[in-house]
């Protein structure tokens, strides 16, 4: 067990819907790190936040957006969704930007 | 173009048997390195981890990796494969010095072990 949480475990929904995806990072982190991984594209990056500002984006699609709370929880907002959104999607954290990821479980994305 | 190479994108071994997985990088820098792996259903599990110093790093579950700078490798390496080392093993490189703290993972490589 890593620390690191994600809520829901697994989602299915309907093209065109809105999904948001939860993790919680370890105790202590800052950093929250959000990554899809699909069978065509493998492991990409979408998304870093560091206590509570975002600090790089990489293929993350102009549908989809994240946010990271106060208490530094995250949240990944996945909106018109298609079917090639399916996918799972992982969320890491780390004590600050430069230091080792540790990895959720995922949220594995259905899109019918 | 910068890359995480995995040659091989599935390997059987019997159990017992040594392991070798193979990771090849292409950055102008020495990136900072890292094997995870990933069983089935299950989210990703760091095994181990190269920053600086000594060449040979140990990890988690027996494993360990060896850094070769002139090769731009970081091979991953078991000596006596268990059945329950059957998963899927990604090697991922940071570039912490770039100011990019993401990581950039190579495409797997699965893992068989037969009795």
């Known amino acids: 067990d890593s620390g690191v949480t994600q809520t829901p475990k697994h989602l299915i929904t309907a093209t065109g819907q809105r999904v948001t995806l939860r993790c919680s990072p370890r105790?202590?982190?800052?950093?929250v790190y959000w990554y899809q991984q699909s069978l065509d594209q493998g492991l990409q990056f979408l998304i870093h936040?560091?206590?509570?500002?975002?600090?790089a984006k990489g293929n993350i699609l102009e549908r989809f957006s994240a946010q990271q709370f106060p208490d530094l929880h995250s949240e990944l907002n996945l909106s018109s969704l298609e079917l090639g959104d399916s996918a799972l999607y992982f969320c890491?954290?780390?004590?600050?930007?430069?230091?080792?990821?540790?990895f959720g479980p995922g949220t594995r994305l259905l899109v019918l | 173009a910068q890359s995480v190479t995995q040659p091989d994108i599935h390997i059987t071994v019997s159990e017992g048997a040594s392991l070798e997985l193979r990771c090849n990088y292409s950055?102008?820098?020495?990136?900072?390195l890292f094997w995870y792996v990933q069983s089935p259903g299950q989210g990703l599990q760091l095994l181990l981890k190269?920053?600086?110093?000594?060449?040979l790093v140990q990890g988690i579950k027996g494993f360990e990796a060896e850094f070769k700078r002139s090769q731009s490798s970081f091979n991953l390496r078991k000596p006596s494969v268990h059945w329950s080392d059957a998963a899927e093993y990604f090697c991922?490189?940071?570039?912490?010095?770039?100011?990019?703290?993401?990581?950039?993972f190579g495409t797997g490589t699965r893992l068989t072990v037969i009795p």
């Open positions: 991922a490189v940071a570039l912490y010095q770039t100011g990019a703290n993401n990581l950039f």
């Open positions: 890491a954290s780390s004590e600050t930007p430069s230091e080792t990821q540790y």
């Open positions: 105790s202590g982190d800052l950093s």
């Open positions: 950055y102008g820098a020495t990136p900072y």
């Open positions: 190269y920053f600086s110093g000594d060449t």
């Open positions: 936040y560091y206590n509570g500002e975002e600090r």
